[in-house]
């Protein structure tokens, strides 16, 4: 059997986990979903720092390997190696004194200690020529140790060096230390790491470029996002994915916290969008609304692919044992206590998997709408006796307003962001969450936290958006579970009919979401195949 490869572009900046990336989630899923075909091979073109990165997503998902390999070109850039060298170097680690120095104290100090008893028990010639012995052992002592001493004498001069510089009496040298440090602390927000951070994405895109020319097998290529609009240098058909352009949705509050970063994303989608002659997007809502009366898109150039659900059940599973679904919920409450001891001082403390709370699993972004969740928590909180927490998985001092809001409100012991979840701890903060909840003005398609509550039996409350409403179509669901992104209110008081009618909340939402498990993985990657397939024999045909 003739197996037909095609390419998946990716450009994922140096550093990033792509394991809590919901990008690289949605690239598991789709890989996994490719598995079941045996006439199909994905060739993953990726920049060098992505290669390990790729792996670990893909063997923490059990995504597997036999229907895709990974390309890169050979060798990291020197200045990206220096970072991280410089990275590793200032991380904190656990002060250890090293084992020889320890040694040889302890052996000093037993010499000093021989020496007081010989000083005052010498009384003759005799025991003044012990002592004089004794003395030059330990003088040969302080000799073997001397590296030691200068190191420390060379670091001291250093730190005196430096409170020069950061003195009235060095203000210029005192600048370029602050800017150094700046850049080095904090470089995405510094102007001359970002040129040089493009400047070396310009040069691995080119080496990918140039990669993309030996692989003559691949068919057509496809990305899944717009941010990289380096895709387009690739010769062979190309199929881009616009899962939505929330940057122009939300301008002020992206800039906000993105300054000149926010600018060159916007600027990169745009160009992306008007180089590309393919696309695909999740819903119905983005071709029209987005691609083709904001951008000009030809309505026949968009093919609508929607997502399968997402299924956390396998991740929080246990079999083999009289009770299973005890054994789940305790396995459960072990990985929300993982979870909760990474989450600082107060969260440290819980002694138990235990306690009630309200899930949001989302990123801080501005579209995210943090801060009418926050409104209406804080109210359910101080006017109808709500006890329980709210776990967040964003980081808190992304949005300053959240930080702020939570400070003002005295909510820093109820509200607990717990950053960098596994899938199994994802999928065990889901299964033990009373509620799961989602207030997002804007999304590509319908959200995945509709999919990934019920798969585990949590009931969910949604803000009532566009791409929701197109596949969550049921008017009773709609009704009990959707809600006006827009006045906290209305969400104060949906949440409080769900929490008291959990139950039939839960029930109703099962019915629709047996319907949507209908829809596999598998079937979003045949519909990609078909596609692809079609744009590489157009261009055959052209040729």
């Known amino acids: 059997m003739s197996v037909m490869q095609y390419g998946i572009y990716l450009a994922y900046a140096p550093g990033v986990d792509l394991r809590h990336e919901g990008l690289g989630r949605y690239l598991a899923s789709f890989l996994k979903g490719a598995a079941a075909r045996d006439d199909v091979c994905f060739v993953l073109l990726c920049p060098s720092w992505s290669r390990d990165g790729l792996l670990a997503l893909f063997d923490s998902e059990g995504v597997p390997r036999e229907r895709f390999r990974i390309v890169a070109p050979k060798g990291q850039p020197w200045l990206l190696r220096l970072y991280l060298g410089w990275q590793g170097w200032r991380r904190p680690r656990p002060r250890r004194r090293p084992r020889l120095l320890t040694m040889l104290r302890n052996l000093a100090a037993r010499l000093l200690h021989g020496l007081e008893a010989r000083l005052v028990r010498a009384h003759d010639v005799r025991g003044l020529l012990a002592l004089l012995l004794a003395g030059g052992g330990v003088l040969l002592l302080l000799l073997l140790l001397s590296p030691w001493l200068l190191l420390a004498l060379f670091l001291a001069l250093l730190l005196r060096v430096r409170r020069g510089l950061l003195s009235g009496r060095g203000r210029p040298l005192r600048r370029v230390w602050q800017r150094l440090a700046g850049a080095l602390g904090n470089p995405k927000d510094d102007s001359l790491v970002l040129r040089l951070y493009r400047g070396m994405a310009d040069a691995e895109a080119e080496r990918m470029q140039a990669l993309s020319e030996t692989l003559p097998m691949v068919r057509a290529w496809y990305c899944p996002t717009a941010f990289w609009h380096r895709f387009h240098q690739l010769s ?308």
């Open 236 to 543: 062979a058909p190309r199929l881009l994915c616009v899962p939505d352009v929330v940057l122009s949705e939300f301008p002020v509050g992206f800039a906000a916290v993105g300054g000149e970063r926010f600018f060159a994303n916007f600027t990169a989608v745009e160009s992306s969008i008007r180089a590309g002659s393919a696309f695909v997007t999740y819903s119905n809502t983005v071709k029209w609304d987005t691609l083709v009366a904001r951008y000009g898109v030809a309505a026949d150039a968009v093919t609508v692919i929607g997502h399968a659900p997402h299924n956390l059940q396998p991740w929080i599973a246990v079999s083999g044992v009289p009770d299973a679904v005890a054994a789940s919920l305790h396995y459960c409450r072990q990985l929300l206590r993982q979870a909760l001891a990474r989450g600082g001082d107060y969260s440290a403390g819980f002694a138990n998997g235990e306690l009630k709370f309200l899930f949001y699993a989302s990123q801080f972004r501005p579209n995210k709408n943090l801060l009418t969740l926050l409104r209406a928590y804080a109210a359910l909180r101080k006017n109808h006796g709500l006890t329980h927490k709210l776990l967040l998985t964003g980081k808190r001092d992304v949005l300053p307003e959240v930080a702020l809001f939570i400070e003002q409100h005295h909510l820093q012991r109820e509200v607990l962001c717990l950053d960098g979840l596994s899938s199994r701890e994802l999928a065990a903060c889901y299964r033990l969450a009373e509620l799961a909840v989602n207030p997002s003005l804007s999304e590509g398609g319908c959200p995945f936290t509709f999919s990934e509550a019920l798969s585990v039996g949590t009931p969910v409350v949604m803000a009532r958006i566009a791409v929701t409403q197109e596949v969550l179509t049921d008017a009773e669901l709609q009704q009990h579970s959707l809600f006006d992104p827009y006045d906290w209110q209305d969400l104060a008081a949906r949440l409080q009919w769900a929490l008291a009618n959990r139950d039939t909340l839960l029930q109703l939402q099962l019915r629709s979401y047996q319907q949507l498990v209908q829809r596999r993985w598998a079937d979003v990657v045949d519909e990609h195949v078909t596609v692809l397939e079609r744009l590489a024999s157009a261009a055959g045909g052209q040729s």
